[in-house]
């Protein structure tokens, strides 16, 4: 599986092909999809751009995306929406339209609560475990570690050249993680490297603007499509020069 993470935290200051509005989304979504994306992650946005949990905010964005495409969409809960536990939880309670899946990042305060409200509601939990912190640690422990739709191993580490090492190192962490598919994930300079280690081990992966901004050469992507397309084909995804 290859899910497009279409816009992230990256604002317009990121340029231009950073999608924001429900409707930019939905046409940066049916894009992806048609170059080969079978999963969707999104960051839905308030009209200044803020990231939001709110019902209305999510609707929007989650309507204007099934009105393109019929493939599984997610958001993010990531307390960066929302720091405070409490308020989270009850604005994902009071989500009037429900994605497919929901990213909860399990080293933030409340995510169990959060993971166990979303599994109430019916939504699926992917399970973010950052390198880096005790996500996987507190995963372990967690009674909702068999319940999770799957694990969304991040590597935090953006050095092209640590980032794999890195990624090897939270796998290990996260051993058997309940038997849970697992996807994995770079950032920036460590996307592309990641992306490639996924597939060699034939984990599910994602690639898009929110985890990176630039093409396996280093150029700079015209589109979440062309990063999707360029994660999807055989060609060498290596830069010159690189192992």
Known sequence: MVQVCLNGTRGAADGAV??????????SAAEAVAAGATDIHVHPRTPCGRDSLSPRVVAAVLDAI?????????????????????????LIRGWTALPDHASVNWHEPGAEELA???????????????????GAARFAASPLGPRVLRVLAEVTDTAEDTAVPAARAL?????????????????????????????????????????????????????????????????????????
């Open 66 to 90: 099934r009105a393109r495409v019929a493939v599984p969409v997610g958001v993010t809960t990531g307390a960066w929406a929302e720091p405070d536990p409490a308020r989270r939880l009850a």
């Open 171 to 243: 796998l290990a962490e996260l051993g058997p993680a309940f038997g849970r598919p697992v996807l994995l994930h770079g950032e920036d300079g460590g996307a592309w490297p990641v992306l490639r280690l996924a597939q060699r081990l034939g984990l599910s992966t994602r690639i898009g603007l929110e985890d990176t901004l630039h093409l396996p050469d280093g150029q700079r992507a015209s589109s979440n499509a062309e990063l999707v397309a360029r994660a999807t084909t055989r060609h060498d995804l290596r830069r010159p020069g690189v192992g």
């Open 18 to 27: 950073v999608p924001l509005t429900p409707e930019t989304l939905a046409e």
């Open 116 to 134: 166990a409200a979303l599994v109430e509601r019916g939504v699926g939990v992917e399970a973010g475990i950052w390198s880096g912190t005790d």
